[in-house]
Nanobody
Framework: QVQLSESGGGLVQAGGSLRLSCAAS????????MAWVRQVPGKEREFVAG???????HYADSMKGRFTVSRDSAKNTVYLQMNSLKPEDTAVYYC?????????????????WGQGTQVTVSS
């Protein structure tokens, strides 16, 4: 079992930046594929970015160039640096883990989830 806990959300003006953190505890975190997913009320969860155990990264097209995902295995923590934020980035951001270490964009492929952190971007 892995427990995930996000932090770093908040209110920011358009064009600003935030860094989200996801702290993991429990099982063998280092081998998992870690993803950031976001959800707007009334819509389905959306893949944002992810990182493999070896450091390969994947991004949704609309986030490329603005968001950067990274991990610090020594700290059991994954980060999402978000720059040039837009009002349409407003959502609850979740950290998720695929225990087989596989890159997946389907939400059903993730075995563990954090509680989420709210990001609000004002115009």
């Amino acid at each position: 079992q892995v427990q995930l806990s996000e932090s770093g959300g908040g209110l920011v003006q358009a064009g600003g930046s935030l860094r989200l953190s996801c702290a993991a505890s429990g099982d063998t975190f280092s081998s998992y594929f870690m993803a950031w997913v976001r959800q707007v009320p009334g819509k389905e969860r959306e893949f944002v970015a992810g990182i493999s155990w070896s450091g390969f990264t994947h991004y949704a097209d609309s986030m490329k160039g603005r968001f950067t995902v990274s991990r610090d295995s020594a700290k059991n923590t994954v980060y999402l640096q978000m720059n040039s934020l837009k009002p349409e980035d407003t959502a609850v951001y979740y950290c998720a883990a695929n225990r087989w270490g596989l890159y997946r964009e389907a939400m059903s492929e993730y075995h563990y989830w954090g509680q989420g952190t709210q990001v609000t971007v004002s115009s």
